[in-house]
């Protein structure tokens, strides 16, 4: 799993309410990805970051925002959480030395009531 | 931008047959090409990936082919067993700007015994 934790694992909450989500990795690895899977549509990039405080948009950004203050840390926000966001997001790391092999986290259930 | 268009979404096959899942892209640029498993629950697994210089790879029971004239590229897997049983998702990038992945929709395979 090229040592990538997500957290929290499951979360339910409310539309409205604001939503952190983490990923952490322990390799250094400069390339970190936030993706949410839904069915028929694969695996849709939201966004993306390429080192400390540096973050671009993906194609599905709208209505999230993501930090990265350390390079272990990448957290993605949902500011106003609605129930299109209800999904499963995955974290991913690119690793080093590598120009595009991308390693997937396990995975954050999050359902929007 | 890029579009990965993903065929079957559904496959039945015998222990022992072989299962091949077919992907077109639409971005010329494009020159990385991986696939993923992905067991229920889990996070998306690498198990094979090809770039853009080759036509062919081979790892076992799976294979990959490339055909950048008519964008497309194909999952072989030989000799299937029940543990093929998976999720898999073919994806598209250009290694440049990020690496960001474009996924196909998905082929749920069922290995029957």
């Known amino acids: 799993d090229a040592g990538i934790t997500q957290s929290p694992r499951h979360k339910v909450t409310e539309t409205g309410t604001p939503v952190t989500l983490r990923c952490h990795q322990t390799e250094n690895h400069r390339y970190m990805y936030w993706y949410r899977q839904d069915p028929g549509h694969g695996l849709r990039l939201i966004h993306y970051?390429?080192?400390?405080?540096?973050?671009d948009k993906g194609e599905v950004s709208d209505g999230y925002s993501v930090s990265r203050s350390k390079t272990e840390d990448f957290l993605l926000t949902l500011e106003s959480a609605t129930s299109s966001q209800t999904s499963v997001y995955f974290c991913?790391?690119?690793?080093?030395?590598?120009?595009?092999?991308?390693?997937f986290g396990p995975g954050t259930r999050l359902t929007v009531l | 931008g890029e579009n990965v268009e993903q065929h079957p979404s559904t496959l039945s096959v015998q222990e022992g047959d072989s299962a091949v899942i077919k992907c077109t892209y639409s971005?010329?640029?494009?020159?990385?090409f991986p696939w993923y498993k992905q067991e229920l629950g889990k996070g998306p697994q690498l198990i094979i990936d090809i770039r853009s210089n080759v036509g062919e790879k081979k790892d076992q029971r799976i294979a990959v082919t490339l055909n950048k004239t008519a964008k497309h590229f194909s999952l072989h897997i030989t000799e299937t067993q029940p543990e093929d049983s998976a999720v898999y998702f073919c994806a598209a990038s250009k290694s440049s700007a990020g690496n960001k992945l474009t996924f196909g929709g998905g082929t749920r395979v069922l290995v029957k015994p």
């Open positions: 991913a790391i690119m690793a080093s030395g590598s120009t595009d092999t991308q390693y």
């Open positions: 971005d010329s640029a494009s020159n990385y």
């Open positions: 970051s390429y080192g400390v405080k540096d973050t």
